[in-house]
T-cell receptor, first 120, second 118 residues
Framework: AQTVTQSQPEMSVQEAETVTLSCTYD???????LFWYKQPPSRQMILVIR??????QNATENRFSVNFQKAAKSFSLKISDSQLGDTAMYFC?????????????????FGKGTHLIIQP | EAGVTQFPSHSVIEKGQTVTLRCDPI?????LYWYRRVMGKEIKFLLH????????ESGMPNNRFLAERTGGTYSTLKVQPAELEDSGVYFC????????????????FGPGTRLLVL
């Protein structure tokens, strides 16, 4: 079974600063995906960024980037030039990549989340 | 394109009553997932449908929970009879299907149903 650990229950930074959210995971799988999801207050959970484990290059999406260290099983999220709208719960999640036929990927394993507050 | 929708957004019921939650996935998505987040804990996987078939229901807590996806479109999750510990937020997610592209396996979430059992 997989586990995902987010060691920072809450973080607070000033607008325009850079912030890094940590995530570690434990798995015996070699082929998997890692995700960061964001859930703003009273709003829907949305995908921030996705990393395929077989890719060495770190994923980036505009101001969001990850530091994926496969050997260390670490997957941190960096938010550059933080904005007030980045205030949200951030969840790190793991998913096995099913290579055989039979339909669909497995369910996600989530961390407990980090509540990020961007201060004006 | 419409996202994943869930109904109701909130539900308050008494212990012993029955509640049915509904999820409408993104059109064309074969995979549908149910998750639950109990206060202060991680979001936990409940089960996974591929079209109308249950692929994995290993996360279902007990036999008071029944999920269906007739016709492979929307899904319902019924809790009968509800207990206090069933309170939480129930999320539904869908993904396009198994494939070589990571985008096909990425799960997109609905807004959740907040269930409170008194």
């Amino acid at each position: 079974a997989q586990t995902v650990t987010q060691s920072q229950p809450e973080m607070s930074v000033q607008e325009a600063e850079t912030v890094t959210l940590s995530c570690t995971y434990d798995t015996s799988e070699s082929n998997y995906y890692l995700f960061w999801y964001k859930q703003p207050p009273s709003r829907q959970m949305i995908l921030v960024i996705r990393q395929e484990a077989y890719k060495q290059q770190n994923a980036t999406e505009n101001r969001f980037s990850v530091n994926f260290q496969k050997a260390a099983k670490s997957f941190s999220l960096k938010i550059s030039d933080s904005q007030l709208g980045d205030t949200a719960m951030y969840f790190c999640a793991f998913m096995k990549h099913r290579v055989s036929s039979g339909g669909g990927a497995d369910g996600l394993t989530f961390g407990k989340g980090t509540h990020l507050i961007i201060q004006p | 394109e419409a996202g994943v929708t869930q109904f109701p957004s909130h539900s308050v019921i008494e212990k012993g009553q029955t509640v049915t939650l509904r999820c409408d996935p993104i059109s064309g998505h074969d995979n549908l997932y149910w998750y639950r987040r109990v206060m202060g804990k991680e979001i936990k996987f409940l089960l996974h449908f591929v079209k109308e078939s249950k692929q994995d229901e290993s996360g279902m807590p007990n036999n008071r929970f029944l999920a269906e996806r007739t016709g492979g479109t929307y899904s319902t999750l019924k809790v009968q009879p509800a207990e206090l510990e069933d309170s939480g937020v129930y999320f539904c997610a869908s993904s396009q299907g198994q494939g070589a592209l990571p985008t096909q396996e990425t799960q997109y979430f609905g807004p959740g149903t907040r269930l409170l059992v008194l």
